[in-house]
């Protein structure tokens, strides 16, 4: 059965006045570390960096419906926000992009490859799709141990939808009813392929029929929606009841990374059409329109949010580099030495 979750802007949930000003804050949090990692990068300051711009809603809406201390996170490389709204300090972010000493990888990793064992936050994969069994493992784990009320939340984009590992992963998950929620980002682009070329399907819901999965298609321009959309399929989880496949439907208006020119491959004019269902503005507007907050009070926040993220920018440049007698650290097991 597939479900779908319209937009609620005007509709019943549980969200309280503060939590719905956290979930801007966040959105406003991940679009300013996003542009810091683009700035640094056109500086010349770090290498690489990629951009989320448009799954702001998403991740808020995911982080407020995730269960801190019990839920595991598998993540994918676009999950910037969603990392820092299940708690992950941004000062964690810049050290990964400066690849400091630091950080929790040991400057070893991407930028946007986090991990976080105290916040149940799984280690990144940068190959496609290659964290999806991993997910699935953790999640017949926990039924294999009886673990109540705990449940794995999954994230790909629509381009992993064409892997064979996600089709391995939803089929065995679907089997066994394991405690996990698929939640597909679906920004219509896998690097420059669209979705067009990528499938037959019309939406990628579709092919949750075929492993006999409930499934749900949300608006992920609205926080809200995909909050009471994963609220739902978590609670699911959670309960025993098995797996869900969610599509949440936005647009990556940003390029791939800073490596990739998306003018190759679409226009401008393409771009600028989604523009309007930008989830920040429209979010703005919904709590400006409910009176939850004035547009003094978002620029309030805008300001506080920059001052934060120029700070650990700051902070985290002043870090040392690893040193390099510890290039092998954590490479290999006890203290056998690489072949040289």
């Known amino acids: 059965m597939v479900k779908a979750i319209e937009s609620p802007a005007i509709g019943k949930h549980d969200l309280s006045e503060d939590r719905l000003r956290w979930m801007l804050r966040n959105m406003h949090l991940q679009r300013t570390l996003d542009n810091r990692g683009f700035q640094l990068n056109r500086q010349g300051k770090i290498p690489f960096a ?3 711009e448009g799954h702001e809603a998403i991740h808020a809406g995911a982080a ?5 201390g019990k839920d595991l996170l598998v993540p994918y490389y ?3 926000g969603l990392c820092v709204g299940i708690g992950m300090e941004p000062l964690d972010v810049l050290l990964s992009m400066f690849a400091r000493a630091a950080d929790r990888s040991g400057g070893r990793q991407f930028p946007n490859h986090y991990t976080n064992k105290a916040l149940g936050l799984q280690s990144f994969s940068s190959i496609i799709a290659a964290h999806v069994p991993h997910a699935v493992g953790a999640a017949y784990v926990m039924k294999l141990r009886k673990e109540q009320g705990r449940a794995v939340l999954c994230t790909f984009g629509d381009g992993s939808t064409s892997e064979g590992e996600w089709h391995e992963s939803i089929n065995f998950a679907a089997i066994h009813k394991v405690p996990i929620v698929f939640l597909c980002e679906n920004n219509e682009w896998a690097i420059s392929t669209p979705r067009s070329k990528q499938m037959a399907a019309r939406d990628i819901v579709d092919k949750a029929i075929g492993y006999g999965l409930p499934a749900m298609k949300i608006d992920g321009m609205d926080p809200i929606a995909v909050y009471l959309g994963l609220r739902e399929a978590l609670e699911r989880a959670r309960n025993g009841d098995g797996p ?5 439907i936005c647009y990556r208006f940003l390029s ?5 020119d998306d003018r190759t491959y679409r226009s401008r004019e393409e771009v600028e059409k989604f523009r309007p269902l930008d989830p920040v503005p429209r979010f703005e507007q919904y709590l400006t329109d409910n009176g939850i907050m004035t547009a003094a009070d978002i620029e309030a926040m805008k300001r506080e949010v920059l001052a934060e993220v120029n700070d650990v920018t700051d902070r985290a440049e002043a870090m040392p580099f690893p040193d390099a007698s510890e290039m092998y650290a954590n490479v290999y097991e006890g203290t056998h030495e690489p072949w040289l």
């Open 64 to 68: 407020a419906a995730f269960n801190r």
């Open 78 to 80: 676009r999950d910037l």
């Open 244 to 248: 869900t496949l969610v599509e949440a």
């Open 50 to 52: 990629l951009g989320s």
């Open 256 to 260: 791939h990374t800073t490596d990739d």
